[in-house]
């Protein structure tokens, strides 16, 4: 079993749907969750982190949870520009040290 | 601020040849680190810097090499290329604080190996 594994999609959604993406680990020892989102031939960025008690950035909200294992990443009413590829991304402690392993990403496109 | 950028953007090697790939940051970030992103493989591991002067593997370091001899670099060789190499590279530094914890990456450098 992949140590971070996620759908890959697409998810083909139109504008204005909610969608919503699991991302599972298999680490009890994971420490610290986020989401990046990367566009087509682009380099990923940061789009939210996911705390134990959830967080919500304006039509995204993230989950965490540790028991089952998997974070969430949910979109409501989705706009053209929400198309791109979400990457959850799982630190570990390693060594004294943090280690980032990425899911494969899910693939989300919205149509008009 | 500049942020993460990356040398060259592309390049195209023959089988065997060497290369180096620089990574540099202009944040003061202590964190670096080299990743490579294949289709449908996502983005894998290859090594990592906690601070200069230190290194460490990360899941796919076979055939790479690395150096951290400035805080604000952080350079990725390769001794003997090989087409299982081709892929795009990403490097990203790391800014962490009570708050916030970021990776922030370079626009990647796309290498094929013949």
């Known amino acids: 079993r992949k140590e971070v594994e996620q759908d890959p999609g697409p998810f083909n959604v139109p504008e204005g749907a909610t969608v919503a993406f699991n991302c599972t680990y298999s680490?009890?020892?994971?420490?610290?969750f986020f989401w990046y989102r990367q566009d087509c031939r682009k380099e990923p960025k940061l789009l939210m982190s996911v705390y134990s008690s959830g967080n919500e950035d304006g039509r995204f909200t993230a989950q965490l949870n540790r028991a089952s294992q998997y974070i969430s990443l949910l979109i409501r009413d989705s706009k053209l520009s929400d198309s791109a590829t979400y990457l959850c991304v799982v630190f570990r402690a390693s060594g004294g040290s943090y280690i980032p392993t990425f899911g494969r990403g899910t693939s989300l496109i919205v149509h008009p | 601020n500049a942020g993460v950028t990356q040398t060259p953007k592309f390049r195209v090697l023959k089988t065997g040849q060497s290369m180096t790939l620089l990574c540099a940051q202009d944040m003061n970030h202590e964190y670096m680190y080299w990743y490579r992103q294949d289709p449908g493989m996502g983005l894998r591991l290859i090594h990592y810097s906690v601070g200069e002067g230190t290194t460490a593997k990360g899941e796919v370091p076979d055939g790479y090499n690395v150096s951290r001899l400035k805080k604000q670099n952080f350079l990725l060789g390769l001794e003997s290329a090989a087409p299982s190499q081709t892929s795009v590279y990403f490097c990203?530094?790391?800014?962490?604080?009570?708050?916030?914890?970021?990776?922030?990456f370079g626009p990647g450098t796309r290498l094929t190996v013949l």
């Open positions: 680490n009890s020892a994971s420490q610290s």
């Open positions: 990203a530094s790391r800014h962490t604080t009570s708050a916030t914890d970021t990776q922030y």
